[in-house]
């Protein structure tokens, strides 16, 4: 079986952005919340885990890109490995 990479590549955009995206407003809305996952994230360069819906979105862009990124190179390896295998 062969998995489709575009496809791959936005489910994996939408889930981990999505994912930081949701925490990053649960942090807007109940202070504190999330607080040490988001602050794990300050490898994203330009984003400071501070309060506002700015480092939200910086966050959240750099994450679907990670995701979109992450999926493919996933999908990729997978692919090459079903291949030899069968």
Excluded: C, E
Excluded at 18 to 43: D, E, K, P
Excluded at 60 to 83: C, E, H, M, Q, S
């Amino acid at each position: 079986m062969k998995l489709d990479l575009k496809a791959l590549a936005v489910t994996g955009a939408i889930l981990w952005g999505g994912s930081v995206f949701l925490m990053g407003i649960a942090n807007l809305v109940w202070a504190g919340y999330g607080a040490q996952f988001l602050a794990w994230l300050t490898f994203y360069p330009g984003y400071h885990a501070g309060r506002s819906f700015g480092q939200v979105v910086i966050v959240t862009v750099y994450a679907a890109f990670d995701g979109l990124f992450g999926a493919v190179i996933f999908g990729w390896l997978y692919n090459r490995l079903a291949k030899s295998t069968a």
